[in-house]
Each structure stands twice: as C-alpha cells, then as structure tokens.
C-alpha cells in the first residue's frame, strides 16, 4: 500500500511540474505552416498606420524646369530664388551690385534678367572734370 501512495504522490508531483512549466514559458508563436490548417482560431491583428514619409508637406515649384533653366543662364550674375508664399515669388539677386529683382511670372523674371543693365559705376556728385574723362558709352545697337 505504501507503494501505491508514493506511486501517486510522484504522478501528482511531476503533473504538478509540468504545469508549473507550462503557466511560467511564454506560448510559442505558430508558424507559417500552422496557420490556417488547424481548427484553431486565429488572432486578429490590426494593420498598423502607415507613417508619414515627411513632417510636413514641401511646396513645389510651379513650372520647375524653367524655373531651372533660368537660374542656370543667369548664374554667373545672378543668384535666382524661390520665395513661398509671396505675391512675387520669384526673386534675383546681383552678384556684384546685391540689387534685387522679385517677380511674379518666370518668364517675365528671363526678360528682366536678359535686358537688366547695371547703373553707372560713376555717381552725380563727382567733378565734371572726372565724368569728362570717363569712356563714352555706345548707344545700344551699335
């Protein structure tokens, strides 16, 4: 008889282990293989949000390519800018003079840039002796 119960006290012992083993390890995750093939119900995930690819949206330039194209032709003079946001977005500075022309169109800011010429390096207050002596400048055309 003594055998009996000790038969028993280790059966319960050792069921009482392997439960305390199951409760404390984590469930292993199914496989590929497992999903779906059984009866089991299968836990419904939520698709995550898709992030944002940027914290905010950039503004484009309308027309970029011209935009480009001018910049580009007037670089060696002129630095050529985009200004959001404005009634004249478009905007030139001179390289030597720091002069600045702002427009509205790109078009119209190729043309200002094409016939702009800088004032006279010669001021009204000099002597009229000193102006006598500067080179005469051709009329346009010529």
Do not use: K
Request: with cysteine; proline share 11%.
């Amino acid at each position: 008889m003594t055998e009996d119960y000790l038969m028993r006290f280790f059966s319960l012992l050792a069921l009482a282990g392997v439960l305390l083993v199951a409760a404390v390890m984590p469930a292993r995750r199914a496989g590929r293989h497992c999903v779906g093939s059984s009866g089991a119900s299968t836990v419904s995930v939520e698709p995550q949000p898709v992030p944002l690819r940027q914290a905010r949206v950039v503004p484009r330039i309308p027309d970029y390519p011209r935009f480009a194209e001018v910049a580009e032709s007037h670089s060696a003079l002129w630095e050529v800018t985009y200004r959001y946001g404005e009634a004249a977005p478009y905007a030139a500075r001179n390289r030597v003079t720091a002069h600045v022309l702002a427009v509205s169109d790109v078009e119209l800011l190729d043309h200002c840039l094409h016939v702009y010429e800088p004032p006279s390096p010669l001021r009204a207050y000099t002597a009229p002796r000193v102006r006598a002596h500067a080179p005469a400048q051709c009329p346009p055309g010529r």
